[in-house]
């Protein structure tokens, strides 16, 4: 009876050992664990995986890529300065008769204070004009009350056309015979004109008017 246990407990070790050996042959090989998230649920319960955005790069004073360039915002009806061909101002040169399809105008304002016979003070005396054609036309001046005072300019040359405006400048003679004048001025201008008399930048024949200046300019002597 003694031997019958001994031989069971000797079985019942034999198998343990063997079952020992098979369950430690089919464990898996230990894996690095790599901190995965784990995912979220919103407000509905659904799950939502959680993802890592790296942070994006700023570029750096080598990088090749350029800021788009600013450009200027021009405001509604602005109009370029026109250049080249299409120039609208002159000196010394003629206009060219597509910008003189309307009249000339002509303004005399100011006053000239004389301090000496030589020297003067201009207060804003000034001859304002638009619409002359050509440098070559003429200004003619009117002294009241009539002496022999010299007036100027007299001609476009050298002034900006078609448009502009001149200081005036004053001679007086040896011995004036007033304390104080008044200067009017006319001025010239040409136009092309057709058949029927109107302003055209082709096809007509040149006119040259002459118009009145409104305003006038005083002379006031010490």
């Not at 101002?89 to 030589?118: H, M, T, Y």
Request: glycine share 8%.
């Amino acid at each position: 009876m003694k031997n019958k246990t001994i031989y069971i407990l000797s079985v019942t070790a034999i198998v343990a050992g063997v079952s020992l050996m098979l369950m430690s042959k089919q464990e898996p090989p230990d894996v690095e664990s790599t901190n995965t998230p784990e995912p979220s649920a919103d407000s509905t319960g659904s799950l939502q995986e959680t993802v890592s955005l790296s942070p994006t790069p700023e570029p750096t004073g080598t990088s090749s890529t350029r800021a788009p360039q600013q450009t200027s915002n021009v405001g509604v009806g602005a109009v370029p300065l026109p250049t080249g061909d299409g120039k609208t101002a002159f000196i010394d040169e003629p206009v060219p008769w597509n910008l003189l399809l309307g009249q000339a105008s002509c303004q005399l304002q100011g006053e000239i204070k004389f301090l000496n016979r030589n020297t003067y003070d201009n207060q804003d005396a000034k001859l304002i004009y638009s619409g002359v054609d050509h440098p070559a036309r003429n200004i003619s001046w009117t002294v009241t009350s009539q002496d022999d005072i010299s007036v100027g300019p007299n001609i476009f040359s050298k002034l900006k056309l078609p448009n502009g405006e001149s200081l005036l400048g004053i001679a007086l003679p040896e011995n004036p015979k007033y304390k104080k004048y008044e200067l009017t001025a006319k001025i010239q201008y040409g136009r092309l004109v057709d058949a029927k008399g109107n302003f055209v930048a082709v096809g007509g024949d040149v006119k040259v008017f002459e118009k009145q200046c409104s305003g006038k300019t005083t002379i006031v002597l010490p």
